[in-house]
């Protein structure tokens, strides 16, 4: 069973329409069955429409008996247009999910969503289980010593940068003395 379902804010269609009409030919002519929802007002308790539920389409309603606009006005807020758009999840999260429940496929898509899981999870069982008990131990036991290594390398290479500072901070000195010198003989030569 082929299924779409748009959840309707009534405040973006000039921004999703002419993006999406030309699914409407394409859903119809497929036979998918199309559902267009939308909300009574801002609270769940409102309840929601069924604006269209067809497997012939012929076109996208843009807006319901509320719209998001509707809502932002009444409390004084502003569209959100960056970002995750959160008012407009919860606009129509909760009419997707009413819907859902309301057809019964809920119960069926955790199953299949269940289903699916189980069988990433008997996949992932066999791979692991292509590996013996022994064959982990030997790649821990391996990646432990590498890790070791690694570590031991990490500890020469900062005594080693260690030294080269000291041996650099040694040649700045004996420059900055040898400079000092080098002054002090160029006044003494020029005061002769």
Same mark, same amino acid.
Request: charge should be neutral; proline fraction near 0%.
């Given at each position: 069973? !082929?299924?779409?379902r748009s959840c309707r804010t009534g405040s973006r269609i000039r921004c999703n329409s002419p993006g999406f009409e030309f699914m409407i030919p394409l859903l119809r002519e497929n036979g998918v069955r199309f559902v267009q929802l939308a909300r009574n007002g801002h609270? !769940?308790?409102?309840?929601?429409t069924i604006l269209d539920d067809s497997r012939h389409p012929e076109q996208l309603i843009a807006r319901g008996p509320w719209t998001l606009w509707d809502d932002q006005e009444s409390v004084g807020t502003v569209p959100q247009v960056a970002g995750t758009r959160k008012c407009s999840l919860w606009a129509k999260g909760d009419v997707g999910d009413w819907w859902l429940k309301q057809v019964g496929d809920n119960q069926r898509l955790r199953e299949e969503v269940e289903r699916l899981r189980g069988a990433v999870r008997r996949s992932l069982g066999q791979q692991l289980d292509q590996f013996g008990a022994a064959d982990l131990g030997t790649r821990i036991d391996e990646l432990t010593t590498e890790n070791q290594q690694l570590r031991t390398e990490l500890d020469q290479a900062r005594a080693q940068a260690s030294q080269l500072e000291s041996k650099l901070q040694e040649a700045e000195d004996d420059l900055a003395a040898a400079r000092a010198g080098l002054r002090r003989m160029?006044?003494?030569e020029s005061q002769r």
């Open positions: 069973m !082929q299924i779409s609270l !769940q308790a409102d309840g929601f160029i006044r003494l």
